[in-house]
């Protein structure tokens, strides 16, 4: 069992930025797949950004704005979004899943957070 916790969440205005950060209570943190997901309401959640050992992957929608990092040191997944629009609110979900698995999906990641909330006012 992996305990994830989000954190780094709140109201901001466009054009600003937030970092956010996922927690990961595991020995062998630097062994999963970690993905940031969001879920804007009335809608499906979405794949955000993957971090696969050092590889990195994005949404066509937030590419060039938004940089996933992991620090294996301290067991956390890292998420800094820059240029925020109206259209990133949501809650956003970071997952750990095994090495291999398609990370876009959100279906094989194992565990979750409990999500944290992004608000961009215009």
């Known amino acids: 069992q992996v305990q994830l916790v989000e954190s780094g969440g709140g109201l901001v205005q466009a054009g600003a930025s937030l970092r956010l950060s996922c927690a990961a209570a595991?020995?062998?943190?630097?062994?999963?797949?970690m993905g940031w997901f969001r879920q804007a309401p009335g809608k499906e959640r979405e794949f955000v950004a993957g971090i696969i050992l050092s590889r990195t992957t994005y949404a066509d929608s937030v590419k060039e704005r938004f940089t996933i990092s992991r620090d294996n040191a301290k067991n956390t997944v890292y998420l800094q979004m820059n240029g925020l629009k109206r259209d990133d609110t949501a809650v956003y979900y970071c997952a750990a899943g095994l090495l291999g698995i398609d990370v876009r999906n959100p279906n094989p990641y194992a565990y979750w957070g409990q999500g944290t909330q992004v608000t961009v006012s215009s």
């Open positions: 595991t020995r062998t943190f630097s062994a999963y797949t």
